[in-house]
């Protein structure tokens, strides 16, 4: 195994031939043709830590008490009812499609009638659960260092993202994010959502109005993509040329209904891995000086 990380057992391959000749000419093309494109909520955030369930931007401000009861019960209602047609590995993603627009939609709605103060966010974040997968400051940190781009395409709180990653210690000016961004009045009081709402299946060239960004970064040929749905994997549709792609999945909820649809789509599939042990393995080869 060119990787000894992919022998963990938290690991599924389909093509493990397939992977390693990908990995191999990635590291030819080494840190100069490399860019990272990954997921938020789940993906670079944990899932669970000592059997409970970690919280999404979202779940952050749905827990805080910068919004009300009522709202929150709301909130919890809309989860029910939207999150099991998200996860169902019967549905098609034409299907799920409507029901996440609505979803998000909705939620938004309830959240622009609290009047949220943009400057309780940090705090809100700090009393929060949020938590970043093991191994993240070895992630954020060399990718700074190697100059290697990395693009945060979530379809979650953007301001509640860059305010986890900044509390880290790890937001680095290699870093983008393109994220439902909160719109705040001159007072500081939220209006509403800024641009195109993202959604988890959503995510590809379509919401992304900043296309410059890609073309600036056009040599870097070579992509790892990481992800925690089957909404994730059009994350790259932006990139003008992909020579190689490595597309990493973690599996988190409903392994046994969604593993053959997981090793169908993603090159590497980790179930139930909390760490980015695997990530930070093949980066760390790539980027090995040849």
């Keep these: 195994m060119l990787l000894p990380v992919l022998s963990k057992d938290t690991v599924r391959m389909k093509d493990p031939e397939g992977v390693q000749e990908k990995i191999r000419l990635m ?38 008490n910068i919004i009300s009861d009522e709202c929150r019960k709301k909130l919890k209602g809309l989860f029910n009812t939207y999150y099991p047609h998200e996860m169902d590995p019967k549905k098609s993603v034409e299907e799920k499609y409507p029901l996440m627009v609505e979803w998000w939609s909705r939620a938004h709605d309830l959240l622009y009638e609290q009047r949220i103060q943009k400057d309780r966010l940090a705090q809100v974040v700090k009393e929060s659960n949020a938590m970043l997968r093991n191994g993240y400051d070895l992630f954020f940190n060399s990718l700074y260092q190697s100059e290697i781009p990395l693009f945060i ?11 986890i990653i900044r509390q880290k210690g790890v937001f680095h000016p290699n870093t983008k994010v393109v994220s439902n961004y909160m719109d705040f009045d001159d007072n500081g009081i939220m209006k509403g959502f800024k641009g195109e709402l993202i959604h988890t299946y959503n995510k590809n060239s379509s919401v992304l109005t900043d296309t410059e960004y890609f073309k600036e970064i056009g040599h870097r040929t070579n992509i790892v993509l990481l992800g925690d749905t089957l909404g994730d994997l059009t994350m790259a549709d932006g990139v003008t040329t992909v020579e190689n792609i490595i597309k990493i999945g973690f599996l988190n909820d409903k392994v046994d209904e969604l593993t053959e649809q ?4 993603y090159d590497i599939v980790l179930v139930r891995d909390e760490t980015l042990d695997v990530v930070n393995g093949l980066l760390q080869y790539v980027t090995a000086k040849n």
């Design 27 to 64: 590291h030819k093309g080494g840190q100069q043709k490399l860019q990272v494109i990954s997921d938020f909520d789940m993906t670079l955030s944990r899932f669970s830590f000592n059997g409970e369930r970690c919280p999404t931007c979202y779940n952050i401000i749905d827990n805080s």
């Design 153 to 163: 395409f979530s379809a979650g709180i953007g301001d509640v993202l860059e305010e």
């Design 262 to 265: 997981f090793l169908q789509s």
